[in-house]
């Protein structure tokens, strides 16, 4: 299997980016947006004999379509390890579209959405003034809508759209809904890193799926909406952003609009988060101290840079061996994830790690989840997966174990045989499973339901 030096592996929930070799693939948490533009004809039919190119392994006829700048950079043999590695990455190749014209920071480009059974890669296409590619990038895309499963009509809920927010910033969401006497005690589940739609799709997985409709069958109302940065990814690029911004302001939001809902109970609604959603969960609570409970889902424990390191080093070793291009991005990694504790409001964001400004890594500095889990008085449910590779048992398990075993207030529950998105399998967890069709175990749904009726009660 090929790895790092492939140009991109999927870091998926903690981080919704894309790593890659540095010459070819720019890590994106959100990519420069892309306005619609006339296509060029002439640009879209070089860019077309490019991928054409690519997908008939002609790599030195590829390079030589590339401005000279370009192939000082990226030469065959780089560009198959970028090609050729995706689908190990990503999972198979569905289909490429047809080439789109779009603006990027003012730039003409034509681009063309790859889909794979993980993700989908959106490839990005600049054609000078000679004819020739002055620009190949690939950036996040969007994968397919699939059509929504239609509910039996014997389910024991119902779901109804229900927007957080108000006017064209609101974020569509979907509230699933128990049949019978309300209200109902109710919880809002808060995304992992990453423009994530309201299921949290991950390849052919949908996670919060897979939780709403397990716990309104068990009489629990369930709120999932699509994340600001997918809903509305123009309004965080190039933008000075923080956390709250991205997550924790819309999770309160969602609190407050559920327990201004008739059908809700709202002495009993509780927040549910992800990764990187379940590590924002206590800062969460601090703004909405009406809040029932928690449910921490692989939260993260320690600083997300060192997480970030341990993601990349896992990976490239991952067959037991680093070769140089792997070690030069763990290099790249290592200095920029050292710098985060020193960056200045001024360190652009092209310099920082992932890309995401210095502002966001600032507020992240000054947060510590498990210490202000502490502070505040809700009861906490922590769920680890044993086979999280991204979350890890040792690295931030250990960390809550070590600061709430024998809390009252706590519980801690960790399951050996499931990953970073609540699936059960076997091995070392790897990008790859993400592609393989499962659902939250349900060992995990009855512990959820278990701990708010006992909370509510």
């Not at 010459?23 to 004999?49: M, Y």
């Not at 789109?100 to 920071?105: C, N, T």
Request: hydrophobic fraction near 45%; aromatic fraction near 6%; charged fraction near 20%.
């Amino acid at each position: 299997m090929r790895k790092l030096h492939v140009a991109v592996m999927v870091a998926v929930c903690l981080v919704g980016v894309f790593f890659s070799a540095r010459w070819a693939v720019e890590s994106f948490l959100i990519p420069p947006p892309a306005t619609a533009a006339e296509a060029d004809a002439e640009q879209v039919r070089i860019g077309n004999a490019f991928l054409d190119a690519l997908d008939a392994g002609r790599y030195d006829e590829a390079v030589t379509m590339c401005s000279a700048e370009v192939q000082q950079a990226l030469d065959a043999e780089a560009l198959k390890k970028i090609w050729e590695g995706l689908p190990s990455q990503l999972g198979a190749r569905h289909s490429r579209s047809p080439l789109r014209g779009e603006r990027v920071a003012d730039t003409p480009v034509v681009t063309s959405t790859l889909v794979f059974g993980l993700a989908a890669l959106d490839a990005r296409i600049v054609v000078d003034a000679d004819g020739k590619i002055s620009g190949f990038r690939l950036v996040p895309g969007t994968m397919p809508a699939a059509a929504p499963v239609p509910l039996a009509a014997d389910a024991a809920f119902s779901e109804v759209e229900f927007n957080v927010g108000q006017g064209e910033r609101a974020l569509p969401g979907t509230l699933s809904l128990p049949k019978g006497a309300g209200p109902f005690p109710a919880i809002v589940l808060v995304h992992g890193s990453g423009p994530h739609d309201r299921d949290e799709t991950v390849g052919p997985n949908k996670p919060f799926l897979d939780l709403a409709h397990g716990l309104a069958e068990l009489g629990i109302a369930v709120l999932r909406f699509e994340k600001r940065t997918k809903a509305h990814p123009n309004d965080f690029a190039g933008m000075d952003f923080t956390v709250d911004r991205e997550t924790v302001d819309d999770a309160v939001a969602a609190v407050e609009q559920l327990r201004k809902d008739t059908r809700i109970d709202p002495t009993r609604v509780f927040v549910a988060g992800h990764s990187l959603g379940a590590m924002m969960g206590p800062r969460i609570a601090q703004r909405a101290p009406e809040l029932a409970g928690l449910i921490l889902l692989a939260p993260t424990a320690r600083p997300l840079q060192d997480v970030v390191l341990e993601q990349v080093k896992y990976l490239a070793n991952s067959d037991g061996t680093i070769d140089t291009e792997e070690q030069a991005q763990i290099d790249s990694v290592t200095q920029r994830a050292a710098a985060v504790p020193t960056l200045s409001a001024a360190t652009p964001a092209s310099e920082t790690l992932l890309g995401l400004p210095a502002r966001y890594w600032s507020d992240l500095n000054g947060y510590d989840p498990v210490a202000v889990a502490g502070q505040i008085p809700q009861p906490i449910l922590i769920v680890q997966g044993g086979r999280d590779y991204q979350v890890t048992p040792d690295g931030d398990y250990a960390r809550w174990q070590a600061a709430f075993d024998g809390s009252a207030r706590v519980q801690l529950r960790l399951f050996p045989a499931l990953d970073h998105l609540l699936i059960a399998g076997s091995g070392p967890s790897l990008p790859k499973d993400y592609a393989v069709a499962g659902h939250v175990d349900v060992g995990v749904i009855d512990v959820i339901a278990a701990f708010i009726n006992k909370a509510a009660s």
